[in-house]
């Protein structure tokens, strides 16, 4: 893999790709039924979980950010009320896609690019998001979110492994 300037930055980059393999590995085997695991009647559901993850990393990295092509702008819409339900395979390649992006853009930008000054209208000028909060802001989003799926699944007998345990020395 390349490397970042900062050994900081090599290293988170390192601990997300991990988590993002563990995600994939957890969720390949997985039944569209087992997708259907919701921990109470208004909550998500696993599958509507990992479709909020690639929403998520769609809606900040492709319609905030301007990278990634069509089909990435597309998956924004994915955890809509009106989106069908998606399969645990699409789901994983839309993961693997994201993570994908993800990965090129984090090893693309400059320095002066992560820190650059983004206005959202939303939000408004006053509070200029960077790259580097987009990035930070979209790895919180995932562990999060890795982690209610986690509690699901865990909550019905299925062992879940994230994160990951710590490496061997």
């Not at 900062?6 to 569209?32: C, H, K, M, N």
């Not at 900040?60 to 990278?67: I, N, R, S, Y």
Request: glycine share 6%.
């Amino acid at each position: 893999m390349p490397s970042t300037i900062s050994p900081l930055a090599d290293a988170f980059i390192e601990g997300w790709r991990t988590y993002q393999q563990r995600l994939v590995i957890e969720l390949r085997p997985l039944t569209p039924e087992q997708f259907t695991i919701r921990v109470a009647p208004n909550l998500r559901s696993v599958g509507e979980i990992v479709a909020h993850i690639i929403a998520g990393r769609a809606f900040w990295f492709a319609m905030v950010l301007k990278e990634g092509d069509d089909e990435i702008a597309a998956m924004t819409k994915w955890d809509d009320q009106d989106q069908p339900v998606r399969s645990p395979a699409e789901c994983v390649r839309a993961l693997e896609l994201t993570w994908n992006l993800m990965e090129y853009a984090l090893f693309r930008w400059t320095p002066a690019e992560q820190a650059e000054p983004i206005i959202l209208p939303w939000i408004g000028p006053e509070h200029p998001i960077t790259r580097a909060w987009v990035a930070w802001h979209v790895l919180e989003h995932d562990l999060h979110h890795g982690g209610e799926m986690s509690h699901s699944l865990g909550m019905q007998g299925l062992e879940v492994r994230l994160p990951p345990p710590p490496p061997e020395h």
